[in-house]
């Protein structure tokens, strides 16, 4: 559904207006009989140069030789970027987190989250233009096929035409070249989770495990299918981010726009022609921007959702204004506002400093600061105290009463560690077994301790107490965990 | 199994099943070849408040397709699976067969590793790092709720580091007390003691025999009603390991110390019970955990 008011031209659709009378609004002669679905239509991009292809070609290359170099990185010799499910150990760089550490993944969700905001509302959907896996991959395997298959209309034509040996040998070779693409970034996807050179040992000796394999087939499967057939219909029909970055939308968005003042009414026209004087626009309706939109529509019709924000249409259009000698811009980032009322691209920018543009960033700047600043002050050492739960006091020696507690102790650091054990809380309480504990790298140990107090030392009851854990090496590694101390009756 | 008396529900449940899955594939079909009117600027031609008019915007194909892909699922796997009311399915599978195959599957896999030490002496178990280990992870499984995580236990629950064991505290004694449990009864004495009076007495003696503080004059009395006593504990209160009756001379004091602790053990009796451990554990890891356990109180070489 859709508003359209002749004084509110920002539907994301073009419609023609609506009649006055709505009982003459549909003329009945107009209906036509349609399926509740369509099938798709192949859409075949044409391959485009200039400033916003060059772009996306900058963040396809950086996101890749992130995406597959990484866990190639190896740190204190081991992989430097490593999520071990099965330990449940995550390595990062110089971090250890355990399933503990849950909390920084929640900050780094809400951090990308923001960003995806800020960003869409300032220049629109750049995520899905230039930095979505889909369209990273949909651009590598648009490349592939058309170094095995031609451009466009090479394409159209080898589609249609009837299965030969030359069609039959093009098609091979792109499908092996994509399944080959696909594999290598399931066995990447892989390495993140596995150590990706005993993964590539085992590739090698067609030896990998029930599960390596599948997710190393399933992900090539998912890569080979999103990205060599399903495309732009991911965009259209499953992707919610697609749907929702409209939301973030409001007039003052750096979107892809046609300036339809100037380019209307469109037609073809002789070089030497003066459009003025055959009363044309500037578009020349060369359907160029047609052709080379990954996602099959036309820019010239408005905003619309499919639109993904990718600037191919604005390369190819810059690229025709200047072949019949027009000023460039006829397709190109504005705003609405700045469509309506003729903002030069400065004018334009300065609207980037409006609330919503402010409140995104700050509330982004905050966030981001508070998750590094809690990571660089992580300590690298997790203690849990489990009280004995079915002996809650005894008494010893000397009227000594004593309570018995177990220290769950994690080391995240990645060299063994002693831990000296201190409690407190009590006059006289002291730990009367073992005091101090030695756990090995990214290890986890238990510790059974017996805390005693002297006789009459506290009332009946439940008492706080609390643990003071620190490493011998590194007095900063120190942890403090609540307790509780019972004396029966 | 059914748990119904008669069939009616397992064919109403099944019935409604299929229906329900047939319904899906006829509403897809109706659906796939319904035409809807369009007016030619691609909305439906609805207009509502005078402007807002809804857009055709169809489906993709294959969408559809992949709801005929679940219907499809759905009859496959109700065909292998029991998803017809009580029809097991063609894999005969059920959740308790797959409990016991996974049990099945673990046992295998871990019998190597208790394989070895059957037969090995209790003295070598407890000297090993990695049977330690997993007596430990046993013992805080299976025992630690009572026993305590140091294993030092609590009122009416055994210290098992202590040399003091009630019966003879072998391997093979520790090993069959986890298997089958242990019943303490003493019954209670009071009558065969005397009066309340007397009860005190022998109460104070008691605690004599071990140099507990005690009131003399009482101890002294309370001597010769201890003769009820001996039968089980012994003249010299030492204890009966072939009964299980405890030492009253060594100052440890199971369920309690004092005056009045030891009365109402006379008075009352005791019936303390350790439950049977062979149904949740087997032999092999019987054998294990009783040698963590032996070793606890026989520590070698430390």
Redesign the interface.
């Known amino acids: 559904?859709?508003?359209?008011?002749p004084d509110n031209n920002d539907s994301p659709?073009s419609?023609?207006p609506?009649s006055a009378n709505?009982a003459n609004?549909?003329?009945a002669d107009?209906?036509?009989?349609?399926?509740?679905?369509?099938?798709?239509k192949t859409i075949y991009p044409r391959s485009v140069s200039g400033l916003f292809s060059n772009w996306r070609w900058v963040t396809v290359w950086i996101t890749q030789i992130v995406f597959y170099g990484l866990p190639w990185l190896e740190w204190n010799a081991r992989q430097a970027i490593l999520f071990d499910l099965e330990a449940r150990r995550f390595y990062i760089f110089g971090l250890v987190l355990y399933p503990q550490d849950f909390i920084y993944l929640t900050g780094l969700l809400v951090i990308a989250a923001l960003a995806l905001f800020l960003f869409t509302a300032v220049a629109g959907r750049l995520w899905c233009g230039y930095a979505c896996p889909q369209t990273v991959y949909t651009e590598i395997f648009l490349w592939i096929e058309k170094k095995v298959e031609g451009d466009r209309s090479a394409r159209m034509r080898l589609d249609q035409s009837a299965m030969s040996a030359s069609k039959f040998g093009k098609k091979w070779l792109k499908h092996a070249l994509w399944i080959l693409f696909a594999l290598w970034t399931g066995f990447t996807f892989v390495g993140y989770f596995t150590p990706i050179r005993e993964l590539a040992a085992l590739s090698l000796a067609a030896s990998l495990g029930p599960w390596q394999t599948f997710w190393v087939f399933f992900y090539g499967f998912a890569t080979y299918g999103n990205a060599g057939f399903m495309r732009e219909?991911v965009c259209?029909?499953m992707c919610p981010y697609a749907r929702f970055q409209s939301a973030m939308f409001d007039k003052d968005t750096m979107i892809v726009t046609y300036d339809e003042k100037r380019g209307e009414p469109r037609g073809p026209r002789s070089k030497k022609a003066d459009p003025a004087a055959l009363g044309l626009g500037a578009c020349v309706d060369c359907t160029l921007c047609v052709q080379v939109c990954p996602t099959g529509i036309d820019i010239r019709n408005g905003l619309q959702y499919e639109c993904i924000g990718c600037g191919a249409c604005i390369d190819v259009c810059d690229e025709v204004m200047d072949k019949v000698g027009y000023p460039r811009g006829l397709v190109k980032y504005s705003t609405q506002n700045g469509m309506a009322q003729g903002w030069t691209t400065r004018q334009m920018i300065r609207r980037a400093m409006r609330p919503r543009v402010l409140v995104y960033t700050s509330i982004l700047l905050v966030i981001s600061l508070a998750v590094m600043v809690s990571l660089f002050l992580r300590t690298p050492l997790k203690v849990d105290v489990i009280r004995?739960?079915?002996?809650?006091?005894?008494?010893v020696e000397q009227g000594r009463i004593?309570n018995?507690?177990?220290l769950q102790v994690m080391n995240a650091t990645e060299s063994t560690q002693r831990y000296v054990i201190r409690v407190s809380g009590l006059p006289g309480i002291a730990i009367a077994?073992e005091a101090v504990i030695e756990v090995l790298p990214t290890e986890v140990r238990s510790a059974?301790l017996?805390v005693q107090i002297p006789p009459g030392a506290a009332a009946t009851g439940s008492h706080p107490i609390r643990f003071d854990i620190q490493a011998e090496s590194d007095a900063g590694i120190s942890v403090t965990e609540k307790a509780a101390f019972l004396v029966p009756r | 199994m059914s748990d119904f008396t008669s069939d009616f529900w397992n064919i109403y449940v099944a019935g409604l099943t299929l229906v329900s899955i047939i319904a899906c594939l006829i509403l897809l079909w109706v659906?796939?070849t319904?035409?809807?009117?369009?007016?030619?600027?691609?909305?439906t031609?609805h207009?509502w408040d005078?402007?807002?008019?809804?857009?055709?915007n169809?489906?993709?194909?294959?969408?559809?397709y992949l709801f005929v892909i679940t219907v499809i699922f759905a009859l496959v796997y109700g065909a292998l699976y029991p998803m017809f009311g009580k029809f097991q399915g063609a894999l005969g599978w059920s959740s308790q067969g797959q409990h016991t195959a996974e049990v099945e599957k673990v046992e295998a896999a871990i019998a190597p590793i208790y394989a070895k030490f059957n037969g090995m002496p209790p003295e070598k178990i407890a000297a090993d790092a990695e049977a330690m280990a997993i007596g430990e992870r046993l013992f805080m499984n299976y025992c630690?709720?009572?026993?305590?995580?140091?294993a030092?236990?609590?009122?009416s629950?055994p210290n098992l580091t202590d040399q003091d064991w009630l019966g003879s505290g072998d391997h093979a004694y520790i090993k069959a007390t986890i298997g089958q449990g242990r019943v303490g009864v003493m019954p209670p004495m009071a009558a065969a003691v005397g009066g309340p009076e007397d009860v005190r007495n022998v109460a104070n003696y008691v605690l004599s025999l071990s140099g507990s503080p005690h009131d003399a004059v009482r101890a002294t009395q309370g001597k010769e009603k201890f003769a009820a006593c001996a039968a089980c504990h012994g003249a010299d209160g030492k204890g009966m390991a072939a009964v299980g009756a405890p030492n009253l001379t060594d100052g440890i004091w199971l369920h309690g110390?004092g005056e009045e602790a030891i009365a109402r053990a006379v008075n009352n009796g005791f019936n303390n019970q350790m439950p049977a451990q062979a149904a949740l554990l087997n032999d092999a890891q019987i054998n294990v955990l009783a040698s963590y356990v032996w070793g606890m109180s026989n520590k070698t070489g430390n």
């Open positions: 559904m859709s508003s359209a008011t659709r419609i023609a609506v709505p609004a549909v003329p107009d209906e036509v009989m349609v399926s509740l679905y369509a099938s798709r219909q259209k029909y004995d739960r079915g002996a809650l006091a005894r008494m004593e018995v507690f177990r077994s059974v017996r | 659906a796939g319904t035409r809807a009117a369009t007016v030619d600027d691609n909305t031609g207009v005078g402007d807002l008019r809804e857009i055709n169809p489906l993709p194909r294959w969408w559809v630690a709720q009572c026993h305590g995580s140091d030092r236990g609590a009122k629950f110390w």
